[in-house]
């Protein structure tokens, strides 16, 4: 039996190369104008108005502006603040504030006080008597310098400026002869000037004067700033929110209510350390209402 070879398969057809040659030589390089390149600076550069399509148009349309006239409170506000940022050195110095003590003792006596004195007892009583305690333990934090005479001007009084916010601005009605007033006079004359500010009856007698200003952000929730001093004084003192953190107590972590607390102060009259000394007394005497009853 004759067996027959089966015919060889075709060979594929060679598929074309996908890859061109290698190429062995540099591109060439275009030439370099040699004359300047002409520019602008930024403020010519004019913007290309947006082209404004019919389904754009609606959407677009609503957004609009107006403008309002400064009032005279706004305009004056705005240009004292300006003032003493061009004239003080101003500074700020932090602590904080540990808010414990200062409750329980609100707590504990609101009820009796507001009987006695028909008021509500506040934390604005104890910063500002807190304050004036700090002003007379240092008071170049309650002086001035008069830039005319060249002369530093102690005050022997304490005329504290407190910020209350009214729809037109920011006023700063002051409580004076704070040096001589317990809490619940403090908390009238504070009631009354705020109650006068809210009512636009603020006289200027009522805001004339004043040798240190405290300013209290904490009532919109504030947890920390740095205040501008109002001039003509060289210092103000910022309160913030009461918020409850972690702290070290005796060794142990414990959760209290705490606050920020902030002075600015004019550094070509006060150093570093009368600062810090006037707002670690100010710490103290609100943290231990007693050291102002023993007089410490």
Do not use: W
Not at 162 to 178: C, D, E, I, Q
Not at 183 to 188: G, K, L, P, Q
Not at 197 to 224: C, Q, Y
């Amino acid at each position: 039996t004759l067996f027959r070879s089966p015919p060889p398969k075709p060979e594929p057809a060679s598929q074309p190369s996908v890859a061109g040659p290698i190429p062995t030589a540099m591109p060439p390089v275009p030439p370099v104008s040699t004359q300047p390149m002409e520019s602008k600076p930024v403020f010519a550069v004019k913007p290309t108005p947006a082209v404004t399509t019919p389904e754009s148009a609606s959407t677009t349309s609503s957004r609009s502006e107006h403008r309002v006239k400064m009032n005279r409170m706004r305009q004056r506000i705005a240009q004292r603040l300006k003032e003493a940022q061009n004239t003080c050195a101003m500074l700020t110095t932090f602590n904080e504030i540990d808010m414990s003590n200062i409750q329980e003792m609100r707590t504990r006596h609101k009820d009796a006080f507001l009987k006695k004195h028909n008021l509500k007892l506040g934390f604005m009583s104890a910063f500002v008597k807190a304050a004036a305690f700090a002003l007379q333990d240092q008071p170049v934090v309650n002086a001035v310098i008069d830039d005319t005479t060249k002369e530093i001007v102690y005050r022997d009084y304490i005329d504290i400026s407190v910020a209350v916010s009214t729809p037109k601005g920011l006023v700063v009605p002051v409580v004076r002869n704070v040096e001589s007033m317990n809490f619940a006079t403090i908390e009238r004359t504070i009631n009354e000037l705020g109650e006068k500010a809210r009512k636009n009856e603020l006289a200027i007698e009522d805001m004339d004067g004043g040798t240190f200003t405290i300013s209290n952000g904490g009532v919109f929730g504030s947890l920390f700033g740095t205040p501008i001093i109002n001039p003509p004084q060289s210092a103000i003192l910022g309160m913030h929110g009461i918020f409850d953190r972690p702290v070290a107590i005796s060794g142990k972590v414990e959760v209290r209510p705490m606050m920020y607390v902030a002075l600015t102060y004019d550094h070509r009259l006060i150093d570093g350390r009368e600062a810090v000394l006037f707002l670690r007394k100010v710490k103290s005497v609100v943290e231990d209402p007693r050291i102002l009853l023993l007089d410490l």
